[in-house]
Antibody
């Protein structure tokens, strides 16, 4: 199974852009049969799918985010990233990156990183 | 969006006793290939979620065989044949048939009685 590790700032100011990176090991992100997702979990709450990249660069996002999210691949570094703009306190959460086959979507998870939106 | 509804939301089970969690979807999860793309995840306290089952009933490598999944269409069940202490945590179902968005159930908290 692939191994994933999130990295990025733990604190972001309101109205700014949240940027996270996921480093993938034991597998190539250029494989066409895999989805690379971002999921978040508000403290003490459930899981919300943000979006994924699939088929070597196509993307799909949760409509609830109203176009604020962008997921991109860096094949040279075997990484994928999340940018979430115009953040508010409601975006405070633990953010997970995941990988999974194009059929089941989500299998392996990173350890998660807490991002707090506060001035 | 496909709404995933789990029940119960919390469960208290004595060690060695069975436990069942229901997951119902607002639409059939049967894809054109005949599979239901329904995953079950376990999240132990302080840990990331871990996939237990995929395609409703296929166990992930390394998952104990006391965990089993059943169902198709809109009704699915996760069963633990005999609960052990390490099974404490929150269990989520997730559908990947109809997207966007991929959707999760609310989670079911399992504790030991």
């Amino acid at each position: 199974q692939v191994q994933l590790q999130e990295s990025g700032p733990g604190l972001v100011k309101p109205s700014q852009t949240l940027s996270l990176t996921c480093t993938v090991s034991s597998g190539s992100i250029s494989r066409g049969d895999y989805c690379w997702s971002w999921i978040r979990q508000n403290p003490g709450m459930g899981l919300e799918w943000i979006g994924f990249s699939y088929d070597r660069g196509s993307t799909s996002y949760n409509p609830s985010l109203k176009g604020r999210a962008t997921i991109s691949l860096d094949i040279s570094k075997n990484q994928f990233s999340l940018n979430l703009n115009s953040v508010t306190a409601a975006d405070t959460a633990v953010y997970y990156c995941t990988g999974g086959s194009s059929s089941s979507k989500i299998a392996s998870w990173g350890q998660g990183t807490l991002v707090t939106v506060s001035s | 969006d496909v709404v995933m509804t789990q029940s119960p939301l919390s469960l208290s089970v004595a060690l060695g006793q069975p436990a069942s969690i229901s997951c119902r979807s607002s639409q059939s999860l049967v894809f054109s290939d005949g599979n239901s793309y329904l995953n079950w995840f376990q999240q132990r306290p302080g840990q990331s979620p871990r996939r237990l089952l995929y395609r409703a009933s296929t166990r992930e490598s390394g998952v104990p065989d006391r965990f089993s999944g059943s169902g198709s269409g809109t009704d699915f069940t996760l069963t633990i044949s005999g609960v052990e202490a390490e099974d404490v945590g929150v269990y989520y179902c997730m559908q990947g048939t109809h997207w966007p968005p991929v959707t999760f159930g609310q989670g079911t908290r399992l504790e030991i009685k």
